[in-house]
């Protein structure tokens, strides 16, 4: 029994909200972080080879570093969930702050959390975003609860060795280039091409900096541009091929691998 609704935040679109309840899921997050609080019943979660309960009133926190699975603790009884996801690149937008150390990759080694504390608060900013409430509101308080997260409970990767000048404005110009056009069939030497530098050097550094090769980046890009084709009502087959898909069954295939449902599910439930 799935019942579960999903939509954005209005001024808000950096973030997507869902609420609802399940008896089970399965995602691989490229390139996104997931926060929740389960209510109602127990629920048992997968990453990896690490196995947990998440208890009603733990907030869960799941980093982009591993795929991850959950179904109940008793089939028959689903669990209650809030949830929001929020892309790599925004979360960086949203809790760095020009006074303090930039943010690294942010990882939550431990992704369920017994706080009550964070887990209220995540409570009230779902409302908040949910509510007609001021973009300034909403900015506050996503803001203060995301800070104070990452600044509670996570861990920043490793600072990684320092790039040259160039080889941070290839890595900006081939990034740039695959989010504007996520639809086009961009080939290697192309990209390496807009980068100036060459292909293994560029492959390289993608793996360093966002621990994906350059084709995975993009098919991330492919998939949240669909999405917001589907958000917006658009047929499943137009979208497919308005983001580079080859048909509506690859673009089946890789959205029910990415986000554990088919691209028809997810329209129907943002509505």
Known sequence: MEQVRMWRAPGEGRVLLMAGRTTRYAVDPRGEYVFGVVGGEPMRSWRG?????VRPGQLVAWDP????SGRSVDE?????ARLMVIEVADLAALAEDAEADPLADVLFPEPVLSDPELAAGFLR???????????LEQDERLVEWLRLLIDRTSTIR???????AQDDRALRSAFEYLADQPERNVGLDELSG?????????IRLFRQRTGLPPHALQLAHRIRAARRLLEAGRPIAEA???????DQSHLHRHFQ?????????????FG
Not at 76 to 80: E, K, V
Not at 158 to 164: K, L, Y
Not at 196 to 201: A, D, L, P, T
Not at 264 to 269: G, I, L, N
């Open 240 to 246: 497919a091929e308005a983001t580079g898909f080859a």
């Open 49 to 53: 080879r690490e196995q947990r309960v």
């Open 158 to 164: 490793s600072a990684q060795p320092p790039i040259t």
């Open 125 to 135: 900013l779902h409302a908040t975003l949910e509510a007609p409430n001021s973009l």
């Open 194 to 202: 807009v980068a100036g530098i060459g292909k293994f050097r560029l």
């Open 76 to 80: 028959s009884r689903p669990w209650d």
């Open 257 to 269: 691998r990415s986000l554990g449902m088919t691209p028809a599910e997810y329209q129907h439930r």
């Open 65 to 68: 570093s591993y795929a991850h």
